[in-house]
């Protein structure tokens, strides 16, 4: 538990009140229910503006590729547009240091899972290739200090591109596609700086970029460090195996789910809160994906989802995932069609794994620490 209250750390420098309402919370978590826990919202903080650059960070790619009718390529832009999601409370010079790093990353693992997905097992170079992007990318996030932190989205690009059939003509596209999404997000982030600097009389800081450094041995050195990042990859492949065998009960093909899952209980928000948030999107998701968007259709609701996902994230993440999750479907159903009904019993079921083994991690974990501290 030690761990994750590290990573918790990490954002309170982000966002100063955070810390604060964290205690509150915690404070008051033993007397209240958790349904009342999971509708208690952190500080706005300028969210709004955030989630504004998210929304025409993920927009204008999709409906380019619409207009351009190439509704197969979404995902590969929608990942890239997750460069937007980082750095929300740095100065426009780390913040764009900092999404470079980041876009570039998830660029690299939208590329390497599309590449990965032309194996004739799929789901092995998902399971093995997910759990080293999970604890690798933790490093990353440890090392330059990422928010938010954590290998949730690198390891939700991967696992998601590489599920999925590609044709091999794809792998250029999918890093030119995601590259331009990753650039064009850097860009939409940066549009305040000029504002800023004409406020400021020019100086928002002499450097334009300011990238974040990375030291692999100092981040090794840490101990919390790589116990962080062999509770992610350990979880990712003991999700993943589970969710295959599990799925392969009734015929499914989402395990990764299940490792998008445990990562994320390990992250942030308590299993219950993942769980509550995955079932209630799962039951938005029901009543979006039966009307079948499409086009420009489809682009205004991931669009929208985009956005609400990013007010809530870094504020009450269970929240966040009630509109994280029909986007997930959504971008999926775009790309590769798939019948709505298993699909939904799919991302619940496969959920539910990545919430028990992100439980019984974590009991273990906190197991291990008593027994050390006597």
Known sequence: MSNITGREGARDEVCGSCAAYRRAVASQRSNSGYLTDFFTVGPHAGAHRVAVRAAVSVFVPLLVLVVLDRPQWTMFAAFGAFTSLYARGQQHARRAGEQIVVGSVL????????????????????????????????????????????????????????????????????????????????????????????????????????????????????????????????????????????????????????????????????????????????????????LYPRGVVAVLVLTVLQAAAELFVGRNYGIALIFVTPLALLMGQLGHEVAVGPLLFDRAAETAVGCVVAMLLLYATRVRARQSGR
């Open 107 to 290: 660029t690299v693992l939208v590329t390497a899972g599309t590449a990965l997905s032309l194996m004739p097992q799929r789901e092995v170079a998902v399971i093995l290739g997910g759990t080293l992007v999970a604890g690798a990318t933790s490093l990353l996030s440890d090392g330059m200090r990422w928010h938010p932190p954590g290998p949730l989205f690198p390891v939700f690009a991967f696992t998601a591109v590489t599920s999925l059939p590609h044709d091999p003509r794809n792998v250029p596209v999918a890093f030119a596609v995601a590259a331009l999404a990753a650039a064009f997000s850097v860009v939409v982030s940066q549009v305040g700086r000029v504002r800023v600097e004409s406020s400021r009389g020019g100086a928002d800081g002499a450097k334009k970029v300011v990238l974040p450094h990375f030291d692999l041995a100092q981040v090794l050195s840490v101990e919390a460090n790589r116990r962080r990042a062999m509770l992610f990859a350990g979880g990712a492949l003991v999700a993943g195996l589970i969710g295959a065998v599990v799925g392969s009960l009734y015929g499914s093909t989402h395990a990764y789910w299940a490792m998008v899952a445990v990562v994320a209980g390990l992250t942030g928000a308590t299993r219950r809160a993942r769980l509550i948030g995955t079932l209630a999107g799962v039951g938005l998701a029901a009543l979006i994906l039966p």
